[in-house]
T-cell receptor, first 116, second 109 residues
């Protein structure tokens, strides 16, 4: 299995531009998570999906952020308009349903976003 | 109080010594815990999980859980330079995981 795939790996954009981050989860995993990581705030959960349905978006910082999962193999995180404070590494992770205990989450390589 | 707290470090340990990483959590109802390792510029990966009080050993790694004190630790024996990384303590919460900010560990050759 190729693991969780994210694109692009690096994104540099100017303030006010729209940014779209993409994720392909591991086949068969029906949970998908979007995280943001910064030195100051650590790894923060933004939103997660189960069977393509958003379950908890309480971590999405504001209306400029939106996420979709149109099918089981693809999700996007969009920032519009972007601001310099959005600069961070954005990770996508996927997991299978919990069975006898909580499931391990498998992380993609991340997208390093820089907003100038 | 944050749900999961860790000392950010850096923690510097001589090669061959024992590295001890600590984590406290706020929810007394938490039943299981994860340790993730994250190398610089890479993504987190799960290295240990623990579900019951006491110790769990896996090679050079030992996870320790004390539910009464709400305390989880990770011991790394015979530390190697390749162990230099950030270690994230994590607490599952239903379908999701709450991560600590991580402790940076530096093994001195």
């Amino acid at each position: 299995d190729a693991g969780v795939i994210q694109s692009p790996r690096h994104e540099v954009t100017e303030m006010g531009q729209e940014v779209t981050l993409r994720c392909k989860p591991i086949s068969g995993h029906d949970y998908l998570f979007w995280y943001r990581q910064t030195m100051m705030r650590g790894l923060e959960l933004l939103i997660y999906f189960n069977n393509n349905v958003p379950i908890d978006d309480s971590g999405m910082p504001e209306d400029r952020f939106s996420a979709k999962m149109p099918n089981a193999s693809f999700s996007t995180l969009k920032i519009q308009p972007s601001e310099p404070r959005d600069s961070a590494v954005y990770f996508c992770a996927s997991s299978s349903p919990p069975t006898s205990g909580p499931s391990e989450q498998f992380f993609g390589p991340g997208t390093r976003l820089t907003v100038l | 109080q944050k749900e999961v707290e860790q000392n950010s470090g850096p923690l510097s340990v001589p090669e061959g010594a024992i590295a001890s990483l600590n984590c406290t959590y706020s929810d007394r109802g938490s039943q299981s815990f994860f340790w993730y390792r994250q190398y610089s510029g890479k993504s987190p990966e799960l290295i240990m999980s623990i579900y019951s009080n006491g110790d769990k050993e896996d090679g050079r790694f030992t996870a320790q859980l004390n539910k009464a004190s709400q305390y989880v630790s990770l011991l790394i024996r015979d530390s190697q330079p390749s162990d230099s990384a950030t270690y994230l303590c994590a607490v599952p919460r239903r379908d999701k995981i709450i991560f600590g900010k991580g402790t940076r560990l530096h093994i001195l050759p």
